[in-house]
């Protein structure tokens, strides 16, 4: 993909569009136009595609339109008692949430700040730049990243404003039908973009679209996740709008099915997980999350339930629906068996045997306790449990990440109970794991020799700073969302305080720094994007818990397994 030669000056607002053409000759398609007649809405009262099973979806059954009126299991409304309402506004004059909790002053400034973020091409607005931060060179902080941009689009979908998400879904799927190359070497079709940029030529007046599937990137490794967020955010749109012909335009349909090509793929892979490189998703940079991280495989779980309620049942969508059921039932499987540690587990591993070679073995991935790290034993609670980092041929990485391990409640990859678990150790680690900052990225941090050998001497990633044990406000959105989730609000309530101590104070950092997150981090910019959305959608959330609805499924009880691990409910 070439750039053009021309003088360019980032997110030109221009309103006349008669001359304006797309990157590398690359006709522009505007899918709007046939949305202009969306499908009426069907406003039966009807159990809705979140609530149907996988084996229904899959017996010949031809499922509805989503519905507008579902409602949330009894363990959640047993706390709550609430309506979805689509659309509703949770801006400026935001009511009393019911848990009492007051609007706060910053939520106006948020909002600004948030709206400044605001990209346009050609006059329409697309999505947010990562960052407002004048002071340090941009490098990419100027660009609207997929990543970055949903909890700006939860924000946007609960304030009643989805125009802006539609119009991003829209260019970011048109983006993924570019040739994607690196080097010599062609990506997959599926591919979808790390980040993109408008590009404003003044002479010719017009506006054109650059994309980054990480050819550009630190490490030149293509985003894992943003085809999996693109899925989950189209289901979050379809879910807040009740509007399912988005979703239905063939192009849609068409995206979904080559994202997922992408990881339904038969090789030569034994475990139903998706191998990565380091550097693949929001920790973009080399920190030993090569292999299997959580974050990619709660995601994937996640984006394969959104895709299996929003793809047609048709000639091309069907083949796909049944290899995503089949991927779902031994992806739950592996994950709650293999990667869920608690008091019992960690006990089973300190005394594993090695070496062991037949189909009866319990140590299945031949890993030799003497590489327990000794944090471990003091770090476990005796209630509580969570998601190890990864799990592979005689390696586990016992460290906690916070967004695979949120995902995974989202998603109901976890259990009701290992739900319960993981928010258990939130609240006996609390010090450790939130501390004056929520929310650590992962812990622990490394350090001395481990630090220069899995980082590679990074000088961002040193101990307790950016990736390496950084605390990351963004991640108080889905903490927040898993709070409400498990009828734990209390929790997110005293999270959202501590932030709001702060985050207006220091001009919304992207992370901070220190054991405790004491420290505004020493690469951090301002005016972070993200933070702001992840302190406005957290607030909304727990001010009207309907919202919940957008980022979570229910438990599908087709793909339950019958676990053979212990749990930390069982003490």
Known sequence: MSTPNVDLSQNGHIKTTDTLSSVGGIEEFDFSKLLDRPRPLNMERQRSYDERSLHELTSGLSPGPLSRTDEYPSRITDHLEYSFSPGRRSGYNTPRSLFGFEPHPMVAEAWDALRRSLVHFRGQPVGTIAALDNSEEKINYDQVFVRDFVPSALAFLMNGEPEIVKNFLLKTLRLQSWEKKIDRFHLGEGVMPASFKVLHDPVRNN????????????????????????????????????????????????????????????????????????GCCMIDRRMGVYGYPIEIQALFFMALRCALLLLKQDDEGKEVVERIVKRLHALSFHMRSYFWIDLKQLNDIYRYKTEEYSHTAVNKFNVIPDSLPEWIFDFMPSRGGYFIGNVSPARMDFRWFCMGNCIAILSSLATPEQSTAIMDLIESRWEELVGEMPLKVCYPAIEGHEWRIVTGCDPKNTRWSYHNGGSWPVLLWLLTAACI??????????????AESRLLKDNWPEYYDGKLG?????????????????????????????????????EDKQTKPLLRRSNSWTF
């Open 518 to 554: 004491r420290y505004i981090g020493k690469q951090a910019r301002k005016s972070q994007t993200w933070s702001i959305a992840g302190y406005l959608v957290a607030r909304m959330m727990l001010e009207d818990p309907s919202h919940l609805g957008m980022v979570a499924l229910e």
């Open 485 to 498: 989730k498990t009828g734990r609000p209390q929790i997110a309530r005293r999270a959202i305080e501590l």
């Open 207 to 278: 506006e054109t679209l650059m994309a980054d599937f990480g050819e550009s990137a630190i490490g030149r490794v293509a985003p894992v996740d943003s085809g999996f967020w693109w899925i989950i955010l189209l289901r979050a749109y379809t879910k807040s709008t009740g509007d399912t012909s988005l979703a239905e335009l063939p192009e849609c349909q068409k995206g979904m099915r080559l994202i997922l090509s992408l990881c339904l793929s038969e090789g030569f892979d034994t475990f139903p997980t998706l191998l990565c490189a380091d």
